[in-house]
């Protein structure tokens, strides 16, 4: 956006996108160009990596949660490359957590090399030493934005190219005291206390309502954004298109924080039919799939699927046998059926991109994702539909990624996976880009509003409560002075984004909410 502002204050009317990349897209394009010996892992393959490491002593130290250990083990991996932590067992052996993250990581570590493959926090100091022998070529010049704080990888990347010649331009989103005290002498930042979260949330549409111009931008952000986003999201449409009660046209803001694929109704119901794991289905489950559209079948539902329900309700069933007629001889219903039965039966073990292809070829036999007409009050919800089913795509590109990590696995088994990806995969739908942004305090980094307005500003958001990593022992969190490890570092960082949020805009405003729960 501030390149295009520049390149139409200078009278242009058509111009070279330029290249604007986040610094992880940038070292993968430059390793991936390089035709490298080893290859690059996504989160997804190192986690599953990190699963098969830690359940192996699962049993032993009667861990309840894999999945989340195994993230947790694979942030402390991160961290220690990151911020350059000791690795030597000395420094790990106060905490039994400690003694044995060190053993995964030697295990981690043995298994990369097994694979020839690299883990993401590992990239940078690939990247760096392929340029050091010749192997990537050296950019002359490097842009640096939205940096709240270098770490110690970084640093010593940047130190690197600034050796070798390259004009490194970094620029924190930072303002210096000085900067920062003329500003505060130049303008005032309006405080207000709402009741509560609602109020605040009213208060926020009100006054964005009474502010917008076409062209002006407005922002909102909030620290917490996962509490208010519903509240936001209807104040905010309720002010600003009335009538979208009425209908299902788009919203004239961008929210941030998308909610995750698995709530989408299209995408939950084929969850729902795929999971189904014997030939006993409760009789709601059932109930919702031959009432779905999204199996082809129209709603609301047709008078043979109402007398069905009728039937099965009056009778008192609360589990329907699909290996067992009792459906009244509907052969819509007696193919979806017999097609689940198949799918239901199958105890193949296959490679995680195998089951991907017989899973979208069973859903294709069962209509999904259904059909709609392309009427203009669709268009929409197709939009929607359409963006979903990409996403879809996407998470069974990721199941496909696992073969060389899972090899074969049983139905069961690489849908708990697929599951796994579609629930930590964002769905955030596409929209035109407008002036009224709604985002959290980390994506605001190095962005300007003529308007801004900051909300949920109370003691438990700003700073934050640390959330330090249980693998990395405490001596070596403060030291290193790592992200969330303790209150000191939730306080600078909070200064810090208030500092940057500050010069973010001309007007400024900020709130908090007097009663949060059964907080004062």
Known sequence: ????????????KAWETPQILSITAWLRNLWLDSWPTQYLLSPLQCEKIWEQIIVQDAKRLDLLHLQGVASQASQAFALIHEYRLPQSPKFYELTDEAKTFISWTKRYERRLSSLGALDPCML???????????????????????????????????????????????????PSPETLENKLNQQTAHVRECENRQGEAEAC???????????????????????????????????????SIFSLDEQVFNISLAPPLSQEPMIK?????????TTTVPVGTFLSFIQSPFFGYTFPPNQEISDLERKLRRKRILTIPIDQPIYGGLPQVDQLVERLKSWVLNNKKLLPGKW????????????????????????????????????WKDCLNQLCSLNQILGPVNRLEALHHLTNIVRSTPFQIKTPEHSIQVIGLLESSGMQFDHLWVMGCHSEA????????????????????????????????????????????????????LHEGDMD
């Open 1 to 12: 956006l501030e390149q295009d502002e520049k390149q139409k204050q200078a009278g242009e």
């Open 205 to 243: 549409a009100r006054w964005v309502s009474s502010i917008f111009k076409p062209g002006k931008r407005i922002g909102i952000v909030v620290p917490e954004l996962e509490k208010y986003r519903t509240l936001l999201k209807r104040e905010l449409m309720a002010e600003l298109v009335p009538e």
């Open 356 to 391: 991907a292809e017989e899973l979208s070829e069973f859903l294709k036999t069962t209509g999904w994702p259904g059909k709609s007409g392309a009427s203009a009050d669709q268009q929409f919800i197709l939009s929607k539909r359409y963006q979903a089913f990409e996403t």
């Open 124 to 174: 940078m100091d690939a990247v760096r030493n392929s340029m050091k022998k010749g192997e990537i070529a050296i950019p002359p010049s490097l842009r640096i934005m939205g940096f709240e704080e270098k770490s110690p990888q970084l640093k010593f990347f940047l130190d690197f190219l600034l050796e070798k010649g390259t004009h490194v331009d970094f620029l924190s989103t930072v």
């Open 462 to 513: 700003l700073p934050t409560h640390p959330e330090p990593n249980p693998f990395i022992p405490y001596e070596i969190r403060n030291k290193f002075s790592i992200p969330r490890s303790n209150p000191q570092r939730e306080l600078k960082f909070a200064e810090q984004s208030l500092s940057r949020l500050i010069m973010a805009a001309p007007d400024i405003h900020f709130s908090f909410p």
């Open 269 to 277: 119901m084929a969850l729902d039919l795929l999971t189904v794991k």
